[in-house]
């Protein structure tokens, strides 16, 4: 490689550190605007004078608002996986090992309404969850299917009801961030009896 060519790279990483950084920053401050105000929807100069950007910092990175937003959504999907493994690792392997696991799926979802400061970090975008589904179809399956494909990894035999479940929890998870309520333990047992119920039963059943 020529000393220009390396320059050139030098030149490219430093941009690319610089641009990460930025989009972090615009990641994070969105984050803490939309915690502050209960609203998904903050004016872009909201969330500018949070990070501390300008507005072509935002408009470098990002063509709207919404697609911040799916950026977001996509970053707490993320953690959200990371956060659900953990509660998963603490299960002892054996043969009952796999609906275990599946109730600390459950009891980890719906552990986002239970908290009150994740479950203010979380209504907003359950409120908004469909208008990023119309307008970036590909990228929400994809994002989604990360919790999915960690929900199948745990089903084994039985991961044709990853979807389902799926579906089922997360339903239950926006009906409580939608109305406000805070599930009991009562509440969230029942929804881990009910899929446990399913997955369970004899495969001539299914």
């Known amino acids: 490689m020529?000393?220009?060519d390396r320059l050139v790279d030098?030149?490219?990483a430093d941009r690319h550190e610089r641009y990460?950084?930025?989009?972090?920053?615009l990641v994070d401050a969105g984050f803490r605007v939309i915690a502050e105000t209960?609203?998904?929807?903050?004016?872009?100069r909201a969330i500018l004078a949070e990070a501390g950007l300008s507005n072509p910092a935002f408009y470098r990175h990002f063509r709207s608002k919404?697609?911040?937003?799916?950026?977001?959504?996509?970053?707490?999907?993320?953690?959200?996986?990371?956060?659900l493994d953990r509660r998963m690792a603490t299960v002892t392997v054996d043969e009952s090992s796999t609906s275990a696991a599946v109730a600390q799926w459950i009891r980890g979802v719906l552990a986002q309404a239970v908290d009150s400061d994740a479950a203010r970090r979380t209504r907003p975008f359950v409120?908004?969850?469909?208008?990023?589904?119309?307008?970036?179809?590909?990228e929400q399956r994809a994002s989604e299917q990360q919790l999915v494909?960690?929900?199948?990894?745990?089903?084994?035999?039985?991961a044709g009801w990853a979807d389902t479940v799926y579906g089922l929890v997360f339903g239950e998870l926006a009906r409580h961030l939608r109305t406000g309520t805070a599930p009991s333990d009562d509440d969230v047992e029942r929804v881990v009896r009910?899929?446990?119920?399913?997955?369970?039963?004899p495969a001539s059943a299914e």
């Open 38 to 44: 209960g609203h998904i929807d903050p004016p872009v």
């Open 149 to 158: 494909s960690q929900l199948a990894d745990v089903l084994g035999a039985r």
């Open 2 to 4: 020529s000393l220009a």
């Open 10 to 12: 030098r030149s490219l």
């Open 20 to 25: 990460s950084a930025e989009v972090r920053q």
């Open 127 to 138: 409120t908004e969850v469909e208008r990023l589904h119309d307008r970036f179809p590909d």
């Open 194 to 201: 009910f899929v446990l119920a399913g997955i369970e039963a």
């Open 66 to 83: 919404d697609e911040l937003l799916l950026v977001m959504l996509d970053e707490g999907r993320r953690q959200l996986v990371e956060y």
